[in-house]
């Protein structure tokens, strides 16, 4: 280990010893008994300008815009989220005729904290509405009703060609800080996707743990599966070596004779990091 990181590792602890939980980790969840951060893709989510889809309308040359599918106008706004009941989201361009609306170009969403979306079409969205018997839902966050994300091609990875029948891509990225603990933490992504229906099945999705270990991104752990056209949750989860900076990234297998404006329908994407809550009857250890 070197000094650097063993002086972290002794700030860690001392912290871990000495602060309140109520000061320092009031943004603690459970999860299966584990106390931690969970850190999500604002997909649909207006609940802060920082990491919403407002700034995509707001800023960047007012690269995206948001259409009403009801009248096919633009939404209306209350406060800083859409008033619509169902809305598109999708980029901007002149159309090319009067009542074009086929907007045939991909964009990344990026948001401050290095969490995106990549080759985004598409996203439809809904207003939540209150099940009785569930919580309430959380103001500003709606629903992601569906998607169309292409993704990049995987850095290393060959890009279609003529003779290549689809290629790896990545479609998005959740960043999820650093494992604040004194021991290894269990760490959990997962992603709710469908393929295209214009696409074969295949062994097409990995949905990867990655660390930055020696100041590059690593993969940790990996799950391997199938899609299917309908949405499924896919995850992956993992024990972290302690002050490990970690992400969730999803990639996915596109290919390369699919028809124009065709992708994944990604539903939501998360990452549960274990976080250390110092337990006050027990300097120095954790709950």
Request: one cysteine or more; aromatic letters at 10%; charged letters at 20%.
């Amino acid at each position: 280990m070197s000094c650097s990181h063993l002086l972290k590792s002794v700030i860690a602890i001392a912290l871990a010893a000495t602060v309140a939980p109520s000061a320092a980790h009031a943004d603690i969840t459970r999860f299966k008994g584990l106390y931690g951060r969970e850190h999500t893709l604002p997909l649909c989510d207006w609940t802060t300008e920082e990491r919403s889809l407002l700034q995509f309308i707001d800023g960047a040359n007012e690269t995206w815009v948001c259409t009403s599918v009801a009248d096919g106008q633009p939404c209306t706004w209350s406060v800083y989220e859409p008033s619509s009941a169902r809305y598109w989201f999708h980029p901007r361009r002149e159309p090319r005729w009067q009542g074009d609306t086929s907007y045939p170009w991909a964009m990344d969403l990026s948001w401050p904290d290095g969490s995106a979306l990549y080759g985004a079409w598409n996203m439809t969205c809904d207003l939540p509405f209150h099940i009785k018997g569930e919580p309430a839902p959380i103001p500003g966050r709606h629903r992601v009703v569906n998607s169309t994300v292409e993704g990049y091609v995987v850095p290393g990875t060959p890009g279609c060609s003529g003779t290549d029948p689809s290629t790896f891509v990545i479609l998005a990225e959740v960043d999820a800080g650093t494992v604040e603990h004194i021991r290894p933490g269990y760490v959990r992504g997962s992603v709710q996707i469908a393929r295209s229906r214009y696409w074969d099945p295949n062994d097409d999705l990995r949905v990867v743990i990655q660390g930055r270990v020696d100041g590059q991104w690593q993969d940790l752990a990996t799950t391997y599966a199938s899609t299917t056209t309908a949405p499924e949750t896919y995850a992956v989860e993992a024990l972290i070596p302690e002050l490990t900076d970690v992400r969730l990234q999803v990639r996915g297998r596109i290919r390369c004779n699919a028809r124009y404006g065709t992708g994944y329908d990604l539903r939501d994407a998360r990452i549960f990091v274990e976080t250390c809550v110092p337990d006050q009857s027990n300097p120095g250890a954790c709950l």
